[in-house]
Nanobody, 126 residues
């Protein structure tokens, strides 16, 4: 049974940093596409970053140059390093996984991901 457990959220001031973790159970993350998504109150869930089995990454324009997705295969854990945080980054952050071989245009599409964590809250104050 696939299970994803996020941690690392919290409250920071604008310009600060946080590192989110997503521990995976029941499968090997290196064989799946993995992604981070976020959802702010009243807004749709949006893709933030993804990483595929070859280590290729995709980022939303809003986080390019500030966020970095990575994974530690030995620990079966996905990370999201978030720097230069802004109030607009405030949201519930979710990690997700899929066995679907995603096309380039689909790597930030939530509908293509099969497994989801419970989310971790990130709040950035100005």
């Amino acid at each position: 049974q696939v299970q994803l457990v996020e941690s690392g959220g919290g409250s920071v001031q604008s310009g600060g940093s946080l590192r989110l973790s997503c521990a995976a159970y029941g499968y090997t993350i290196s064989s799946y596409y993995m992604g981070w998504f976020r959802q702010a109150p009243g807004k749709e869930r949006e893709g933030v970053a993804s990483i595929d089995s070859d280590g290729s990454t995709t980022y939303a324009d809003s986080v390019k140059g500030r966020f970095t997705i990575s994974q530690d295969n030995a620990k079966n854990t996905l990370f999201l390093q978030m720097d230069s945080l802004k109030p607009d980054d405030t949201a519930m952050y979710y990690c997700a996984a899929t066995q679907i071989r995603l096309p380039a245009f689909g790597r930030l599409l939530s509908a293509l991901y099969q497994y989801w964590g419970q989310g971790t809250q990130v709040t950035v104050s100005s």
